[in-house]
């Protein structure tokens, strides 16, 4: 079986930008970050419903760690101010932990479930955590240069939706 | 023969922001474009604790006990690492929107409001959403180009959205938001610690040293000690004020911004939906709790095709746009005069921070 891990520097090689979609915040808890679980139209035929809201539930859940009030946070905001705030200079903050986590879980997410399916997900930090910018991408060369049948298309770009079915 | 190694100079992401901000030490340092009046609170703490600790102290480090210069100075390096903490860091700017995201959140305002026709003005932009029961109307930012997030607000002198925007200090040179405001609270907190501090010791002082040699001769001794207690005086009323203003305003999970616009003064039984209802909590969770990094990534470095195009400049862009009359006073409750925080030299200068001072003001 070729390898599942569809090459992004292929992707993009291979492929050109058709449209992004933008998903927004969801403010109704109040100030903390969190994205809309609404599934855009524009998707509907490049990736299933449950995999896309999987994702945004997940990243929901870790803005949600990175914010949360409690013990720990509380204990390193003390700590902070007692060291007038040079602690920083060494240590990282709880929050830039979980942003790292986010984003090595963003790439993995593009690497097994997004770029297959012609996809890419963006970094919210990278939009100033306003948006998960989704780009979607139209497969323009005739050969197969991406792996498998997993892969985006077989070449033209009528073959996204082939691409989503091959992929079930 | 000697091999020549020509160095790219890298672009770094600050270079290119758009805003009205000065960035120092390669865009590790971030503050607004006015900053005299910062340079006048550096030189005001710098000066009056330098006479304190070059005339006083030693008198009241022999005559009393060397715990005074001490505590001193403890009080002195805190507010001074608070005080450049709060001018230097991002307040918590939400960066402008990419032409595609732009485009984005047209089409659906279109969609939502129906194309307007060439030459009307669109009406205003709006996005309601329901938090802990109350209905919260997010405002779209005309210069950003975005919807801005609850609590956060448009600073005309910067030129950015700021997110929990509270107002913008020309006695920091900086706005303060959700990243700096407890390094804010902190400062005004020490600062008036430390005043208090040294008007007390040097009443302590002059009332030492006349006993023994009387009050003129001491004043001719040390003529620092009336400067230092002028200072002092106009400076108690001013920033202790103001410490219990934000205290108050920490307590009740506020900013100024939304005390001067009376955002939830109870009439119309609107609550502060952002409150815990509890003072230790709300104390916690604004001096205590996570503080999310910077979103502008400053120092990142600009691929070289990008660095050679430059972000449209605000100045052409706001006076293009009908309804960016509205956004400059977003910041200030509209019978307040949005000049204040811009033309800072008409204040008197002893006072710190003056919006929220009015704001005391106003609500006696």
Request: proline share 7%; charged share 20%; glycine share 6%.
């Given at each position: 079986m ?18 992004k ?9 109040g ?18 419903r ?51 986590k ?33 780009s979607?991408y ?31 | ?13 600050w ?14 340092v ?7 009046i ?20 030693r ?34 700017v ?100 430390l ?27 040390t ?31 506020q ?16 609550q ?86 009015e ?6």
């Amino acid at each position: 079986m070729a390898t599942e891990v569809h090459n992004l520097q292929e992707l993009r090689r291979s492929a050109s930008l058709a449209t992004k979609v933008f998903i927004q915040r969801d403010y109704s808890d109040g100030t903390i970050c969190q994205f809309q679980t609404k599934f855009p139209p524009e998707l509907d035929s490049r990736i299933e419903r449950q995999l896309f809201e999987e994702t945004v539930k997940t990243l929901n859940g870790f803005y949600a760690e990175a914010e949360k009030i409690g013990g720990s946070s509380y204990l390193e905001g003390c700590l902070a101010c007692a060291t007038a705030y040079f602690i920083f200079l060494c240590m990282e903050t709880h929050y830039e932990k979980v942003l790292k986590k986010i984003s090595r879980y963003i790439q993995e997410q593009n690497e097994k479930i997004f770029a297959p399916r012609g996809l890419l997900l963006t970094d919210p930090v990278e939009r100033g955590m306003r948006v998960i910018e989704i780009s979607i991408y139209e497969d323009r060369c005739s050969s197969g240069s991406s792996s498998s049948g997993s892969s985006s298309g077989s070449g033209s770009s009528s073959s996204a939706g082939g691409g989503g079915a091959g992929a079930r | 023969m000697s091999v020549m190694v020509v160095r790219k100079k890298v672009t770094r992401k600050w270079e290119k922001l758009p805003g009205r901000n000065t960035f120092c030490c390669d865009g590790r340092v971030m503050m607004a474009r006015q900053k005299g009046i910062f340079y006048l609170t550096l030189f005001l703490i710098l000066g009056t604790c330098t006479l304190f600790f070059a005339f006083e102290c030693r008198y009241l480090a022999v005559q009393l006990s060397p715990a005074i210069p001490v505590f001193a100075a403890m009080l002195f390096l805190f507010s001074m690492a608070t005080l450049l903490r709060t001018s230097f860091s991002d307040p918590g700017v939400i960066p402008r929107a990419l032409p595609d995201e732009a485009a984005f959140i047209e089409m659906e305002i279109e969609a939502t409001n129906g194309a307007v026709p060439q030459g009307q003005r669109p009406p205003p932009r709006i996005k309601n959403f329901q938090i802990n029961n109350q209905i919260v109307k997010l405002k779209y930012c005309y210069t950003c180009k975005i919807f801005r997030p609850p609590r956060a607000s448009h600073c005309s002198i910067c030129d950015n959205c700021v997110e929990r925007f509270d107002h913008h200090c020309p006695w920091v040179g900086n706005c303060v938001g959700k990243r700096n405001y407890r390094y804010f609270y902190l400062f005004i907190l020490s600062l008036s610690l430390l005043t208090i501090y040294v008007f007390a010791f040097n009443i302590v002082y002059v009332a030492l040293k006349s006993l023994k040699i009387g009050f003129l001769e001491t004043l001719k001794e040390t003529p620092g000690t009336v400067l230092e207690v002028l200072i002092c005086f106009f400076t108690l009323w001013s920033v202790v004020g103001l410490t219990g203003f934000h205290t108050f305003l920490v307590a009740l999970n506020q900013t100024t911004n939304e005390d001067i616009k009376g955002s939830w003064t109870g009439k119309n039984r609107v609550q502060n939906p952002y409150s815990h209802g509890n003072i230790v909590k709300n104390c916690c969770e604004v001096l205590c709790g996570p503080l999310p990094p910077s979103v502008l990534d400053r120092r990142g470095i600009l691929p070289l095709e990008e660095s050679g195009s430059r972000p449209p400049s605000t100045q052409e862009t706001s006076s293009s746009l009908l309804p960016q009359s509205p956004v400059p006073t977003e910041h200030m409750n509209a019978n307040e005069m949005p000049e204040d925080t811009s033309t800072p030299e008409e204040m008197p200068p002893p006072e710190p921070p003056e919006p929220p001072q009015e704001a005391v003001e106003a609500e006696k």
